[in-house]
Structures are given as structure tokens and as C-alpha cells.
């Protein structure tokens, strides 16, 4: 299982960016698919996720109404929308899977990404 992000960079406050993660091989509907990021000394914090089979989203209340997860089953990509953007959502955003639900938003998955750099200036 390998996880490709892509789609960070710098943007201004109140900006957009758009983040997205390729998945290799296949991906069974009990998957589960999630967004975690971490800020310069600060621990992992668990973004989104969403359930890959039927498509159930779920956020942090950091991020709730400003990013949306979404994701492309026939192209095995998943997205994270994200408007609004704040200086505190500066941090490298990783994607992550797993099939355990507890495990994507306790930012304990089993496979992650390489990460990719968000940087909201003030």
C-alpha cells in the first residue's frame, strides 16, 4: 500500500488549497481513508476521514465547515477541500488508510503518506 499526497504550498489567510492522495492497489469498501497534520512542535491531529465504500465523512471540529474530504473510488484518489484557510491550519498534512475508523481519527492508521507541506500566512 503506498499513499501519494500531493497539492500543498503557501497561501494567504482566507485562502483555498486543494490536497490529494493516489492510492496504490486495491482499496476494499471497508477502507478507510484520512487526513492528519502536524504543526511544528506540536503532536499529530487528526483532520478527516472518510469511509470508503459508502462515502460517510467525518471532521474535526477545527476544521468542520471549512474542509471537506472527498474522494474518487474509479481513480482511488481522496481530496481535502480546504477554504477558509487559517495560520493555525499551517502544519504538514498527511493522508493515511486503514480499516479501523478508531485508528484514522486517533492518527494511529497503519499506512501514511510522505506528507505534504501547508503554509498559511498572516
Known amino acids: 500500500v503506498q499513499l501519494q499526497a500531493s497539492g500543498g504550498g503557501l497561501v494567504q489567510a482566507g485562502g483555498s488549497l486543494r490536497l490529494s492522495c493516489a492510492a496504490s492497489?486495491?482499496?476494499?469498501?471497508?477502507?478507510?481513508m484520512g487526513w492528519v497534520r502536524q504543526a511544528p512542535g506540536k503532536e499529530r491531529e487528526w483532520v478527516a476521514a472518510?469511509?470508503?465504500?459508502?462515502?460517510?465523512?467525518y471532521y474535526a471540529d477545527s476544521v468542520k465547515g471549512r474542509f471537506t474530504i472527498s474522494r474518487v473510488t474509479a481513480e482511488n484518489t481522496v481530496s481535502l477541500q480546504m477554504n477558509s484557510l487559517k495560520p493555525e491550519d499551517t502544519a504538514i498534512y498527511y493522508c493515511t488508510r486503514d480499516v479501523d475508523w478508531h485508528k484514522v481519527v486517533a492518527a494511529k492508521a497503519d499506512y501514511w503518506g510522505q506528507g505534504t507541506q501547508v503554509t498559511v500566512s498572516s
Open positions: 492497489g486495491r482499496i476494499y469498501s471497508s477502507a478507510v
Open positions: 472518510i469511509r470508503w465504500g459508502v462515502g460517510s465523512t
